[in-house]
C-alpha cells in the first residue's frame, strides 16, 4: 500500500527552510564546535516505485532533497534514496503502514554509524525479537481493500552490558525503548518508545561525554534504540508537540551534537519545523 503525494507548498518550503538556517546560526553562535547533521527518510514509493501502477502520481524527492540540500547553510545532508533502492529486496517497509520497518531503521543507522565513524556494533550484537505478527498499518486503515496479509513487528536489543535509563519531559522513567502493551492498540507502531513524546531523555553507562540532540518526526522511533548505543547522553524532540525553547535546550543540555531525522516530505512540508526558530 503506498500514499498519494501531495503537492510541495513552496511558502511553507522556504518558511521551514528559514527555520531551520535561523536554528542553525543560533545554536552555532552559542556553540561554533556543534555538528549538524541531518537524514531523510524517502517515501516508500520513491524507493518501490516497481511496485507502482504506471503513470502514478510520485514526489521527485531526489530533486527535493536536492533542494532541501541547497537551502540549508552548515549541516551535512545525508539522503537514503540510493541507499533504500539498492536494498529494495529487503523488507525495509511496512506494507500496511509509510514508516520504515525495525530491518530499515537497521540499514540507516548502519549508514549513518559508518558516516560519522562510529564504532562498529554488528547486527549479531542484537537480540532480534518478533513481537507482533498482526500489525495493520495507517495505510491499511485508508485503503478500502487489502486482502494479503498484516506486517510482523520485530524489536533489537543490545546484548552488549551497556545500560540505559530514559525519562520523558517530566522526568518520569519510562521502561525502555519498546512499550509492549502498545501492542494491543490499534496504532501498534506505537510500541517504538510508546508513541510520539514531546521530550526524552536516555543515559546511557556509556561515559564519552557525548550528547545527541534529535529532533525528529515519528520515523525516528525505530531508530533511536541504534543510535543511543554510542552517547553517554540523548536527547529526543518532536517540534509537533515540544513546545520549550529549541536554542535554550541546546545551551541547558550541552549539546555537542544535532541530527534532524525526518522523511524528506516532512522535514520540507511539516508546519511544526517553524518551532525551531522560536
Not at 548502519?110 to 498482526?134: A, G, Q, T
Not at 534504540?225 to 529526543?236: K, Q
Amino acid at each position: 500500500l503506498f500514499e498519494v503525494p501531495k503537492v510541495i507548498d513552496q511558502k511553507q518550503f522556504e518558511r521551514n527552510m528559514q527555520a531551520i538556517n535561523s536554528f542553525i546560526e543560533n545554536s552555532t553562535n552559542f556553540n561554533s564546535n556543534i555538528k549538524f547533521s541531518a537524514l531523510l527518510v524517502p517515501n516508500k514509493a520513491t524507493v518501490l516505485d516497481d511496485y507502482l501502477p504506471k503513470h502514478a502520481p510520485i514526489l521527485d524527492e531526489i530533486a527535493l532533497i536536492k533542494r532541501i540540500a541547497d537551502s540549508l547553510n552548515g549541516i551535512n545532508i545525508h539522503s537514503l534514496v540510493n541507499l533504500f533502492k539498492e536494498n529494495s529486496d529487503k523488507n525495509i517497509y511496512y506494507k500496511t503502514d509509510h514508516h520504515w520497518s525495525s530491518e530499515g531503521a537497521f540499514l540507516a543507522y548502519e549508514y549513518y554509524r559508518k558516516e560519522n565513524n562510529l564504532e562498529s556494533i554488528p547486527k549479531e550484537n542484537f537480540e532480534i525479537k518478533l513481537e507482533s505478527e498482526d500489525f495493520l498499518g495507517t495505510l491499511y486503515r485508508k485503503a478500502n481493500f487489502y486482502p494479503y496479509s498484516a506486517d510482523s513487528i520485530y524489536s533489537y536489543n543490545y546484548k552488549n552490558s551497556l545500560t540505559v535509563s530514559i525519562k520523558d519531559f517530566e522526568g518520569k522513567a519510562i521502561e525502555g525503548f519498546y512499550d509492549a502493551s502498545k501492542l494491543i492498540d490499534l496504532d501498534k507502531y506505537s510500541f517504538f518508545l510508546g508513541g510520539d513524546k514531546a521530550l526524552l531523555r536516555v543515559e546511557s553507562s556509556l561515559k564519552n561525554d557525548k550528547t545527541l540532540l534529535i529532533i525528529k518526526d515519528s520515523y525516528a522511533n525505530s531508530f533511536i534504540p541504534f543510535i543511543s548505543m554510542h552517547y553517554e547522553r540523548v536527547i529526543i524532540v518532536d517540534p509537533r508537540y515540544f513546545h520549550g525553547g529549541f536554542e535554550q535546550l541546546v545551551i541547558d543540555e550541552d549539546v555537542n551534537e544535532i541530527l534532524l531525522l525526518f522523511n524528506s516530505e516532512n522535514l520540507a512540508q511539516q508546519k511544526s519545523i517553524f518551532n525551531l526558530s522560536n
